[in-house]
């Protein structure tokens, strides 16, 4: 089993930030990389960051520049730092992560339950 905790939703006025974290836990052997996701209402789910267990990132264009990704290995956490927040960036975001897993050494891949972001003009 495995839990990822997300955590620092919330509602900002543009212009602002944010800071979202997900903890992973559980039967993990190792992570080959954890990411963040967006849903927007009556959209599809979108990247919006990734993070390799090599700490090579990758963004979605509309986030490059506004939104960094990191990771704590040791805490098997990721982080998104989310500045210069603009309306559309509302949505719900959601953690996953890919992993190799104790035990039978599968290669797994397991979402958290999102946290909303709403950015208000």
């Known amino acids: 089993q495995v839990q990822l905790v997300e955590s620092g939703g919330g509602l900002v006025q543009a212009g602002g930030s944010l800071r979202l974290s997900c903890a992973a836990s559980?039967?993990?052997?190792?992570?080959?990389?954890m990411g963040w996701y967006r849903q927007a209402p009556g959209k599809e789910r979108e990247l919006v960051a990734v993070?390799?267990?090599?700490?090579?990132?990758n963004y979605v264009d509309s986030v490059k520049g506004r939104f960094t990704i990191s990771r704590d290995s040791a805490k098997n956490t990721v982080y998104l730092q989310m500045n210069s927040l603009k309306p559309e960036d509302t949505a719900v975001y959601y953690c996953?992560?890919?992993?190799?897993?104790?035990?039978?050494?599968?290669?797994?891949?397991?979402w958290g339950k999102g946290t909303l972001v709403t950015v208000s003009s």
């Open positions: 559980g039967s993990i052997f190792s992570i080959n990389g």
């Open positions: 996953n992560l890919d992993y190799v897993t104790n035990g039978y050494k599968r290669h797994m891949n397991y």
């Open positions: 993070i390799s267990s090599g700490d090579i990132t």
